[in-house]
C-alpha cells in the first residue's frame, strides 16, 4: 500500500499550522508537524502539541516507537533535520512513515515540512505518494508577521518572493501542486478542505473543519495556533493596523506580482 503524505509547502507564519490541523482532524489522517521536527523532538528542543516533552510521554509517538523497533529502528535514531537534509536516509524515513501509520491507525500523514528541497528528498522515499499543496499569504499579512516578530522587511520580500516562483516552478513527478492561498482557506475552508481532500483520495468529512479544535492533537512544531482548542476560523487581517498604509503599499509593490502569480494558479 502507498504511504500518503500530503505536504504543505510555503513560508513559515503562512497559515500551514491551521491548515495542518484541518487536514490532521479527518479520521484517517494523521498531523505530525514537520517530519524534519522529529529530532529536535527527541532532543527535547521541541514538545508535542499534547504536552509531551519526550516520546515516553505521549500515547502516538511513543506507539511510534514500538512500530520503528519491529523495523530495527528507534526515533533517535532519525537524522531527518533541515540540518542532515542532504544525507537523508531514504529507507529510514520509508520506515519511519510506515510505524506512524501503523501507530495511528491512519491512511495518510500531513507534513508541514515546508521546503521545495525537502519535498524533493521526499520523492526518492520507496513506495510514497505525494500530495503537495501550497499555502501562500497576501503579502501585506506576511510582511506584518515578519515585522511583529522585528524581522527585516526586504529580507521578508525577498522569500517571499523567491519561495513563491520555486514552488511555481515545481513540476513533481507524481501529482501536480495544489496551490492554495491562506484568504481562500478562511473564507472557504469547507470547499477547500474538500479540495484537498478529493487530491488525497479520501473523502471530505465536514467535521474536519466544523470540529477541527477538538480532534486529538500530537504535531511537533507549530506556531501558537496549536493550542487553540476553538473550532473556530477566522481571517486574520491585524496586518491592517500593524502596517503604516506605506508599508501595505511597499508590499504589493515588492510582493503583488509574486501573489497574484499565485492566485491564478490556484484558480486554474
Ligand atoms: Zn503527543
Known sequence: MAIKIIYLLGLGHSGTTLLGRLLGAHSQVIATGGTKNIPLFVKGRKTCACGATAPTECQLWSAVEERLKTRDLSLSDLQFGYDNQNNLNHDALKRYFESVLEASGAQAIVDTSRRRSYFAELEKVPGVE????????????????????????????????????????????????????????CRDPMGQIARIMEAAGLPFEPDQVTHYGASELHIIGGNRQRHDTSSAIRLDESWRRRLTPMEQKLAIWLGGRSYRKNLTLSES
Open 130 to 185: 505525494l500530495i503537495p499543496v501550497h499555502l501562500f499569504k497576501d503579502p501585506r499579512a506576511q510582511f506584518s508577521s515578519a515585522k511583529r516578530k522585528n524581522g527585516n522587511l526586504f529580507a521578508s520580500v525577498w522569500s517571499y518572493n523567491l519561495r513563491g516562483r520555486r514552488v511555481r516552478g515545481m513540476q513533481p513527478a507524481g501529482r501536480p501542486v495544489l496551490h492554495l492561498s491562506y484568504e481562500s482557506l
